[in-house]
């Protein structure tokens, strides 16, 4: 990892901002290779330099990755004046890191939908998963207001393989949505999964074969699935596998 200032290097860590750091610089004790740094435009190399506070040493994390179980009533955004956002659901360096700009989820969620949602620093990570070229894989259990018979089901799987068009819906336009792949769970749920994200293109792909998407969440991007343990509003970093499959697509 090439160099980097101190001062830069512990507020990405969660020490807060930079204009913290150069307080705590003076009033703890800061260590590089066991020698007290007081000067926050110090230059480290993180991966072979040797820091710590009060005697506690750092070890660097260059980028986070970030697995959250979005629970519903929470929205996908940086500030809301009348809902909690998903960012609200941090606590320490991982707010920090939202907080100087470098954490963004990847993959909008609406406000009543549940389910998997991935946070991150790393922006081409991010911009390779939503890439539409890329056609990532992203599933969806969705629990309908109406019940479907076999021979119904049947016929909305093939509509949802060949690509069904979808209506217009307020400002946004008709479209017809890619082959999509259902699972039906029973008569009134199922598993969806698409390689788009179009605005509500769960909702309205079953508003177009006459049906309404009463309770939505995502299980699954790409190979990588939710933890079943994750509580919900609750979050994690992904372990080194989750992170190579989500890395692979």
Same mark, same amino acid.
């Given at each position: =990892?090439?160099?980097?200032?101190?001062? /830069?290097?512990?507020?990405?860590?969660?020490?807060?901002?930079?204009?913290?750091?150069?307080?705590?610089?003076?009033?703890?004790?800061?260590?590089?290779?066991?020698? !007290?740094?007081?000067?926050?435009?110090?230059?480290?190399?993180?991966?072979?330099?040797?820091?710590?506070?009060?005697?506690?040493?750092?070890? &660097?994390? /260059?980028?986070?990755?970030? =697995? =959250?179980?979005?629970?519903?009533?929470?929205?996908?955004?940086?500030?809301?004046?009348?809902?909690?956002?998903?960012?609200?659901?941090?606590?320490?360096?991982?707010?920090?890191?939202?907080?100087?700009?470098?954490?963004?989820?990847?993959?909008?969620?609406?406000?009543?939908?549940?389910?998997?949602?991935?946070?991150?620093?790393?922006?081409?990570?991010?911009? !390779?998963?939503?890439?539409?070229?890329?056609?990532?894989? /992203?599933?969806? +259990?969705?629990?309908?207001? $109406?019940?479907?018979?076999? $021979?119904?089901?049947?016929?909305?799987?093939?509509?949802?393989?060949?690509?069904?068009?979808?209506?217009?819906?307020?400002?946004?336009?008709?479209?017809?949505?890619?082959?999509?792949?259902?699972?039906?769970?029973?008569?009134?749920?199922?598993?969806?999964?698409?390689?788009?994200?179009?605005?509500?293109?769960?909702? !309205? =792909? &079953?508003?177009?074969?006459?049906?309404?998407?009463?309770?939505?969440? !995502?299980?699954?991007?790409?190979?990588?699935?939710?933890?079943?343990?994750?509580? $919900?509003?609750? +979050?994690?970093?992904?372990?080194?596998?989750?992170?190579?499959?989500?890395?692979?697509?």
């Amino acid at each position: =990892m090439a160099q980097e200032r101190i001062d /830069k290097l512990l507020a990405r860590q969660g020490f807060g901002s930079r204009k913290d750091v150069k307080k705590i610089l003076h009033k703890c004790e800061v260590t590089v290779n066991g020698v !007290r740094c007081t000067a926050s435009d110090t230059h480290i190399d993180p991966d072979a330099d040797e820091v710590c506070v009060d005697g506690e040493c750092i070890t &660097f994390v /260059k980028e986070l990755y970030l =697995m =959250m179980n979005k629970k519903g009533g929470t929205v996908c955004s940086t500030k809301d004046g009348e809902h909690e956002t998903v960012f609200d659901c941090l606590e320490g360096p991982e707010y920090h890191a939202y907080e100087t700009g470098r954490l963004h989820f990847i993959g909008r969620l609406d406000i009543d939908t549940e389910g998997l949602l991935i946070l991150t620093t790393d922006g081409e990570l991010t911009h !390779r998963l939503i890439s539409p070229k890329n056609d990532v894989s /992203k599933t969806y +259990y969705a629990e309908l207001e $109406k019940s479907v018979d076999s $021979k119904e089901q049947a016929e909305i799987a093939e509509q949802f393989k060949k690509g069904i068009e979808v209506p217009r819906d307020g400002r946004e336009d008709a479209f017809l949505a890619k082959s999509a792949d259902i699972e039906w769970v029973s008569e009134n749920s199922a598993r969806l999964t698409i390689t788009e994200g179009k605005f509500h293109q769960v909702k !309205r =792909m &079953f508003l177009a074969v006459n049906n309404k998407v009463i309770y939505l969440k !995502r299980i699954k991007e790409g190979k990588l699935s939710l933890d079943p343990d994750l509580a $919900k509003g609750s +979050y994690r970093p992904l372990t080194a596998e989750e992170l190579d499959a989500l890395k692979a697509e």
